[in-house]
């Protein structure tokens, strides 16, 4: 009995030597939208070659796990990722990783494995990344995008809402520039704005776990006086309309003259670099004492006196 039980547990201890032994291992730091990933499928104490594992890749819209093929044409539908196949491991490379595309689980599997013993632990890949900041104004009802300059009447409040698309939410700062002070929100709230209010104010936003990843965005805010405070931002629109329909004028005109001036210097360089007249296009010239005559193509018999 006592043998038996050796046998079996040697037996078990076989098989269990047998099984494919698969991990997977990706970057050791956190990933950065556009960084270049790579992923390892690595085999040990086993007997399999990477010619029989493949990568695998979770999709949540399908609820399940899809193989990543070599063919070419399944890699291009994936661009950018490359799978290498080498003695000990097979690779995933992806030159420039993004959220939608690569973000997820992947696992390494063997080709012809259906137990769970037989594939990897999941992987979990995460990108990290942040937009661009974008300004509103949300002082009224309606919220108005703000691009770089924004006109407030004098007494009136103000309210500049900082916002951008992260893979965590981040944190906001608002400061003016020549200011020492610094707030910690989303929003920038003026309460009835004087003259010296205005000026330039930056908002900044922070990833919370990564401190390099970082935006910061710059707008002016200039006060008009309260005296037809309406009447003053339309003649300041109407100012700044003029002014670039100014300079849009004296461009063209600088094309115009430009242009000008240089089909006249084309044209009096062709008039100069005429070549020497062809004496074999002339005609036969007539001389005073000669006694010949042209030949007539009109039916005049009268002769010259």
């Given at each position: 009995m006592?043998?038996?039980i050796?046998?079996?547990?040697?037996?078990i201890?076989?098989?269990?030597?047998?099984?494919?032994?698969?991990?997977?291992k990706?970057?050791d730091?956190p990933?950065?939208?556009n960084d270049?990933?790579?992923?390892?499928?690595?085999?040990?104490?086993?007997e399999?070659?990477?010619?029989?594992?493949?990568?695998?890749?979770?999709?949540?819209y399908?609820?399940k796990?899809?193989?990543?093929?070599?063919?070419?044409?399944?890699?291009?539908?994936?661009?950018g990722?490359?799978l290498?196949?080498?003695?000990?491991?097979?690779?995933?490379?992806?030159r420039?990783?993004?959220?939608?595309?690569?973000?997820?689980?992947?696992?390494c599997?063997?080709?012809?494995?259906?137990a769970?013993d037989?594939s990897?632990?999941?992987?979990?890949?995460?990108?990290?990344?942040?937009r661009?900041?974008?300004?509103y104004?949300?002082s009224s009802?309606?919220?108005?995008?703000?691009k770089?300059?924004?006109?407030?009447?004098?007494?009136k409040?103000?309210?500049?809402?900082?916002?951008?698309?992260?893979?965590?939410?981040?944190?906001?700062?608002?400061q003016?520039?020549?200011?020492?002070?610094?707030?910690p929100s989303?929003?920038?709230?003026?309460?009835?704005?004087?003259?010296?209010?205005?000026?330039d104010?930056?908002?900044?936003?922070?990833?919370?776990?990564?401190s390099?990843?970082?935006?910061?965005?710059?707008?002016?805010?200039?006060?008009?006086p309260?005296?037809?405070?309406?009447?003053?931002?339309?003649?300041?629109d109407?100012?700044?309309l003029?002014?670039?329909?100014?300079?849009?004028?004296?461009?063209?005109?600088v094309?115009?003259?430009?242009i000008?001036?240089?089909?006249?210097?084309?044209?009096?360089?062709?008039k100069?670099?005429?070549?020497?007249?062809?004496?074999?296009?002339?005609?036969?010239?007539?001389?005073?004492?000669?006694?010949?005559?042209?030949?007539?193509t009109?039916?005049?018999?009268q002769?010259?006196?």
């Open positions: 006592r043998g038996f050796i046998f079996a547990i040697l037996v201890a076989h098989a269990h030597n047998s099984i494919a032994t698969l991990v997977i990706g970057p730091k990933v950065l939208e270049e990933v790579t992923l390892e499928c690595l085999l040990s104490d086993s399999l070659n990477t010619s029989q594992v493949h990568f695998e890749k979770f999709s949540k399908m609820n796990w899809y193989r990543l093929e070599e063919e070419p044409m399944y890699l291009l539908c994936i661009p990722v490359i290498r196949r080498e003695p000990s491991q097979l690779l995933l490379s992806i420039s990783i993004h959220s939608y595309f690569y973000q997820g689980l992947y696992r599997v063997a080709d012809n494995a259906t769970t037989n990897s632990q999941p992987l979990a890949i995460t990108v990290n990344y942040m661009e900041l974008s300004m104004d949300v009802s309606s919220r108005k995008f703000i770089e300059n924004l006109l407030v009447t004098l007494g409040d103000v309210e500049v809402e900082c916002s951008t698309t992260a893979s965590e939410a981040p944190q906001y700062f608002w003016k520039y020549g200011e020492d002070w610094i707030v989303s929003k920038l709230r003026l309460k009835n704005v004087r003259m010296e209010d205005g000026g104010y930056t908002c900044m936003a922070e990833h919370p776990t990564l390099s990843l970082k935006k910061s965005s710059t707008i002016s805010i200039t006060v008009l309260a005296t037809n405070g309406r009447l003053n931002q339309a003649w300041y109407s100012t700044n003029v002014l670039m329909t100014s300079v849009a004028g004296v461009v063209l005109l094309l115009i003259l430009s000008t001036v240089y089909l006249v210097r084309r044209a009096k360089q062709a100069n670099t005429k070549g020497p007249i062809d004496d074999h296009s002339q005609k036969k010239p007539i001389y005073t004492a000669s006694v010949e005559s042209l030949a007539s009109s039916g005049d018999k002769p010259l006196v």
